[in-house]
């Protein structure tokens, strides 16, 4: 059996794990977007700003929470307290997974405003694989349901 500091690393790497599958990139594609056509429009970028993409709440981070801190609180006391003790640990670690994934699982991000020529402004948020500045000539991906924005 694992002891705490197992399983509270075990949760750790799976919120880290599952911030790493996010799709936000303008340079990631999924297997599903491979091979397809996407239309593609030339913009200049009219601005971009700094975002903050929030985290993942799942059940996965409160269930393990709750199971390392229900596993914690069991070694309260003994008896009517042992049992409080797993309750009270169950819910406040649930409460920590929770709040642990959501936080490694947040992503940085750039919101991109594009002018197209015919004077139709967009904005797309995306990951800051790449650097874009006001003025630059851009292309505008759109298929599948995604638009990226990429030199």
């Given amino acids: 059996m694992l002891n705490i500091r197992e399983m509270i690393a075990l949760v750790l790497a799976a919120a880290a794990l599952a911030g790493c599958a996010s799709g936000l990139s303008g340079s990631t594609y999924s297997r599903d977007q491979a091979r397809q056509a996407e239309d593609v429009r030339m913009a200049t970028v009219e601005s971009v700003r700094e975002v903050l993409i929030e985290g993942t709440k799942s059940p996965v981070g409160t269930t393990a929470g709750a199971i390392v801190g229900g596993i914690a609180g069991s070694n309260v006391g003994a008896g009517k307290g042992s049992a409080v003790g797993t309750v009270l640990g169950a819910v406040t670690g649930g409460v920590v997974g929770s709040a642990i ?42 298929g599948s349901g995604v638009t990226r924005i990429s030199h």
């Fill in 101 to 142: 994934e959501e936080g490694a699982t947040r992503q940085s991000a750039m919101e991109i405003t594009v002018k197209f020529d015919d004077g139709r402004l967009i904005a797309v948020t995306q990951a800051g694989d790449e650097k874009f500045r006001p003025g630059d000539r851009v292309r505008v991906l759109t």
